[in-house]
């Protein structure tokens, strides 16, 4: 029973290994071309990886990830297709400066879990607009939410250069640094904080819901057959505004993980593109949880293996973006029709 | 200028062409009538060369012909006009001519065009504004670009599928005069339609088909209703419907529609006005020809449309704005025809189908108490004496039939005392067919309440206590059981009778 | 202090719109063709970087603008074989295009950052110039795409609207079975659409390198490419329309920049908003009607299950 279970399993691993092999040899190709030696470019990127420092880092730059990804995978589920990650997780990282601002003295057993909070809120209140007009049936979440992706980072920076505009930080604005009660914990001596926790618990969480409860039972059958499930009964509006609001929630969390567990501070440039590319795992990996864990870690390795490039080949970052570009062609070619 | 001889087809175990001949006379309006099911629509699937028959010839122009698409049909001057109008509603009138012309210049020349489609509605009464959008004309002028579409393409033979089956009453009398003017001009048409007023409004030649043979012909001014109507729905004599207990007197109404309307959009059926009321312990039958808004109907019951007038009462409650959950809750269960489509999910397993619409009965903490569930449900398929099937594969694995009773075991488990049952039956073979009715009597033996709606005469003969006709969306008659004929009901259903009973 | 304000808006909406309104045409192309490129912001990119890194290296920033229309029009040959030929799913193929985008722009541009060149030549008719409130400002000293916008724009509308070949894009988009039905050939009708609109996003991000900013940095085309769908929206899918919404949106953005270096107080993250705020505004004004202008063909993509 075991076996057979075995060699589909298996055989898909092989077909992932292959279309990694693919795009491997395609991104050598082009750093060629580009006169860099990609086998040097391999053995420095393994190298940075495998160092505690290293590997930390993959996982720091995997936790936005996992939660972009689930921002993406949970509306899937009801045939909801989000692409506002982006302004979801700047939302989430707003309105948690907001809670560590505006409550500077509270000790970190109230302030962090209400930051935490503040986070999911931001998130899911942004993305509960768009939920709200696709049930109304007025606009398509998928235009709503991209159109909104551009309006949350504007609103982070109007922040940053006005009201919440911390003194001596003309040159780059910013807003001024938490108080520590608001920052996530980290571990060991890593860059690798309590975001990935809440990461890790939000998956886990992803995963029971659609799967072991009566709810994502429901968001399922709303998925596959949205008629079907209203004339049984299923009250279709509700669910896709709450799936919505709670996928833009992950992606909030995001966001206030990244101000509270990287930067300290809410920036400019807190995402570069992590929305998206949550969009790209969570198609890849068809929304399932194991494979968003498996895809973020690999898409964590592509870019770390960007800085690599850019301290020893002198490459600039963007370039790893061909390889993800590369796997992604390769998967989108093989499979017609898309993942799900 | 067109004959068929002899054209067979079958589909699997139907029949649906035994040896049939039609011929098609220019300067003619040809008229194919028969009920839905009788083979007019694989006829002209045929005729227009989307199917190849299994036997017989066709002739055009006298010469034989292989028809073996519907380009090829094109080609030699055969145009069909369908139901569903393959128009591109944002673009307009001429742009949608233009895209079939054959000769359309690179740059175009939207005023040359425009002029032609303004000759040719003169000519036959085809007129159209050619710059309108097509969304904004009603289905009546829609009709007519598509009409225009095959006369500006050069057909001579046009085949009209159920044509007035979307029109106003008005704008049947205008494509009864495009008919004539066609006729005038030597084009050959050949109205394929169950509407018998509208036959003998227009047809010079009747072909009445029946259970895909040919059950008779004939010529200009032969034809009468009454014969008519024996033709297409055949005589019932010798069978008498079994005696039932009538509804004892007293019963309380389980359900009511007082006056109730629903508006219907686009291409649904406005339901207006009706007055409807079902027993416990009875099975109301909804007779119609298909469009007269049966759907629509059951929709309204199940609390899917909301209702624009009147009012809906559920045992003496008034249930108008009950949601369709609450309905469910308080045992309205819903048989559909499209299983699929309509009540199930199909990425989904069969146990996790069994689990929807069954309201907060299996609530157990964050999930499901399946085992429960799976008990019941394994008591319902008992009791309906279905095997269960394994519950672990998807329910696309399951056979059509087999779909239904998983549908049937979930709607039946928790003794409904209301069910609607939409064309419950439709697609079944025989044997499932007979199953579904018998379940279905059982619980209203039970005493549920069930409301049937269907095409099918005969399984509305044979199960219904009551019955009903629905015509374009109002109740035209109510007989009790054993007093109806088939003629009597074929009129209502087709319009063409007095409103009776209601 | 009205007037130059104006003007200085004015013609920064016209530089500013340039490249705007050719990405919105090329995409306006795809777009009634039944296909949405998401990643259209890549496509800017790659045109704006090769065709900075060409003019670097050759000296001539005719054929750097030439090389940005090829680059542009493969691109999207690309992403045409994704989405039509294999039938991939066009939002993930277009944020893959994007990431494609942002990659090969990185590497084309490397070696030049920096470079100094010899942007596209710019002129102003004498008699123009010679009127008092122009001779000031910038206004009508466009170079050759600037010039060639609204004509450009007539020639996208002429050919969807006023040619057969336009005829039949315009029915691929709405209905391809209808297409089909009438002997045209859909993928083709697409492939074609899509390789001309790649062309026209080539032009629009090489006039940001070789007109605009004359120099090549990293994303320099700052979310444009999405501008630019939005705008594609704003206007109705039509090309004439596209005109003035590149002149109001690139203007917001002119706007803001005038704003600012005059120590306005209001925020220019405020304006920078509009264009996006002002699309969705729209579609909520439109969504009351089911009719939507859009290709009925964009319906499984774009609007999900509507």
Sequence with gaps: ?340 | MLSARGISKRYGALLANDGIDLSLNGGEVHALLGENGAGKSTLSKILYGYTRPDAGEILVGGKAARLRSPREARALGIGMVFQNFMLIPALTVQENIALFLTDLPAILDQEAVARRIRAYGARFGLQVDPHAPVRQLSVGDRQKVEILKLLLAEARILIFDEPTKVLAPHEIEGLFQVFAALKAEGYAILFITHKLREVIACADRITVLRQGRVAGGFGPGEAQVETLVKMMFGERGGEEPTAETPVPAGTRPLLELRGASAQGVGSETTLQGLNLTLHEGEVLGVAGVSGSGQKELGDLILGLRPLSGGSRWFRGEDASSWSIARLRERGVAFVPEDPLAMAAVSGMSVRENLSLGTGSRYHKGLSLDWRALEATMGASFAALAFPVPPLDPPITALSGGNLQRVVLARELAHGPSLIIALYPTRGLDARSAASVRELLRRARDGGAGVLLISEDLEELADMSDRLLVLFQGALVGEFPRGSWRPEAVGHLMTGSGEVAGV | MTTPLVLGVLAGAVLSGTSLLYATLGETLAERSGIVNLGLEGVLLMGASVGFAVTAVTGNPWLGLAAAALTGGLANGLFGWLVVTRKANQLASGLAMMFFGFGVSALVGAPHVGAVITGLPKWRPAWLGALPWVSASTLFNYDLLTWLALPVALLVWWLLFKTRWGLGVRAVGESPAAAFASGRNPALLQFQALGLGGMLGGVAGAHLSLSLTLTWAEYMTAGRGFIAIALVIFSKWNPLRAVVGALLFGGAEALQLQLQARGSLISPFILEMMPYLLTLLVLLAWGGSRRLAAPAGLGRTFFGSD
Excluded at chain 1, 16 to 26: E, G, I, K, P
Excluded at chain 1, 102 to 130: D, T
């Design chain 1, 1 to 340: 029973m075991s076996e057979l279970a075995l060699r589909p399993f298996l055989r898909q691993a092989l077909r992932h290994a292959l279309v990694a092999v693919a795009a491997l040899a395609m991104f050598a190709a082009i750093l060629l071309v580009a006169g860099k030696d990609p086998l040097r470019a391999a053995a420095d990127t393994c190298r940075s990886m495998t160092t505690v420092y290293g590997f930390s880092e993959l996982l720091v730059r995997m936790t936005p990830l996992l939660l972009t990804a689930v921002a993406v995978a949970l509306p899937s589920r009801l045939g909801l297709i989000n692409v506002g990650g982006e302004g979801q997780l700047y939302m989430g990282a707003w309105l948690a400066t907001a809670g560590a601002l505006w409550f500077p003295a509270a000790p970190r057993w109230v302030l962090l879990p209400l930051v935490a909070a503040m986070g999911f809120l931001g998130g899911a209140l942004w993305a509960a607009i768009p939920g709200v007009l696709r049930a109304m049936k007025l606009v398509n979440e998928t235009i709503a939410t991209l159109l909104l992706n551009y309006v949350a980072p504007l609103i982070v920076s109007y922040s940053i250069f006005g009201p919440w505009k911390a003194p001596g930080s003309s040159a780059y604005p910013e807003s001024p640094a938490y108080p520590d009660a608001a920052l996530l914990p980290a571990f060991f001596d890593t860059r690798v904080h309590g975001g990935l926790l809440l990461a890790l618990a939000a998956l886990l969480a992803y995963w029971i819901l659609v799967d072991k409860t009566r709810w994502g039972l429901q968001m399922r059958a709303i998925g596959g057959n949205a008629e079907a499930a209203q004339r049984l009964g299923i009250p279709v509006a509700v669910f896709l505004v709450a799936g919505l609001a709670l996928g833009g929630g992950m992606a909030g969390l995001a966001g206030m993980g990244e101000a509270m567990g990287v930067h300290g501070r809410l920036r400019q440039g807190l995402s570069p593109g992590f929305g998206f590319t949550g969009f790209l795992i969570a198609w890849l990996a068809g929304g399932r949880p194991l494979g968003i864990l498996f895809m973020a870690f690999l898409f964590a390795i592509i870019t770390a293996a960007g800085d690599t490039l850019q301290i020893t080949q002198g490459l600039p970052f963007s370039v790893v973006n061909i390889l993800l570009a590369m796997i992604l062609f390769i998967v989108l070619a093989r499979r017609p029709g898309g993942a799900r």
